[in-house]
T-cell receptor, first 109, second 114 residues
Framework: GESVGLHLPTLSVQEGDNSIINCAYS??????FIWYKQESGKGPQFIID?????DKRQGQRVTVLLNKTVKHLSLQIAATQPGDSAVYFCAENAGKSTFGDGTTLTVKP | DVKVTQSSRYLVKRTGEKVFLECVQDMDHENMFWYRQDPGLGLRLIYF???????EKGDIPEGYSVSREKKERFSLILESASTNQTSMYLC?????????????FGPGTRLTVL
């Protein structure tokens, strides 16, 4: 079946450093990917998305990279701040999405 | 702003009880979803609905049922709650199944079954 997995369950970075969170997917037919952020006690919130006809998309301090050859996407957070501490999920497709397990990002002051 | 609300943030029920979790969205979205979230297992889809009175099983529908009588409301029902249904339950909605759209999540209901 389809699966989406994150490479590391936890990531700890120093405030101001850049963070990279990775995700692998198995369904080569997936054509839309989303990164969500879930803060403690809240539901996941949309961060950024990318369609399969792109390999890079930038937002405010965040960049998503998509490598369809190896079925891998990553989320890069520039100048990580304490408010970035959360669980990050990748998801594939738009309707019935398949979610990865999540990476917990901890930002050390 | 899209708002997805869930009827309770915390709920404690006893084994065998019938449990209703309610979800309401205010943006006229066609799609609605119910997930459960457990440590180490991520988000798992229980049921989803693409239209009123329509429902589809997700990955883990056993022990659950759903109801969508109105477009804005999607209810998750635990017919006879069991301890292994203790979990965080998340409701989500999205505009349409044919366009590329993210899901909007509610704050979650943490259910404990004793």
């Amino acid at each position: 079946g389809e699966s989406v997995g994150l490479h590391l369950p936890t990531l700890s970075v120093q405030e101001g450093d850049n963070s990279i969170i990775n995700c692998a997917y198995s369904n080569s037919a997936s054509d839309y990917f989303i990164w969500y952020k879930q803060e403690s006690g809240k539901g996941p919130q949309f961060i950024i998305d990318i369609r399969s006809n792109m390999d890079k998309r930038q937002g405010q301090r965040v960049t998503v990279l998509l490598n369809k050859t190896v079925k891998h996407l990553s989320l890069q957070i520039a100048a990580t701040q304490p408010g970035d501490s959360a669980v990050y999920f990748c998801a594939e497709n738009a309707g019935k999405s398949t979610f990865g397990d999540g990476t917990t990002l901890t930002v050390k002051p | 702003d899209v708002k997805v609300t869930q009827s309770s943030r915390y709920l404690v029920k006893r084994t065998g009880e019938k449990v209703f979790l309610e979800c309401v969205q205010d943006m006229d979205h066609e799609n609605m979803f119910w997930y459960r979230q457990d440590p180490g297992l991520g988000l798992r889809l229980i049921y989803f609905s693409y239209d009123v009175k329509m429902k589809e099983k997700g990955d883990i529908p056993e022990g659950y049922s759903v109801s969508r009588e109105k477009k804005e409301r999607f209810s998750l029902i635990l017919e006879s709650a069991s301890t292994n249904q203790t979990s965080m339950y998340l409701c989500a909605s999205s505009p349409s199944q044919v366009s590329y759209n993210e899901q909007f999540f509610g704050p979650g209901t943490r259910l404990t079954v004793l």
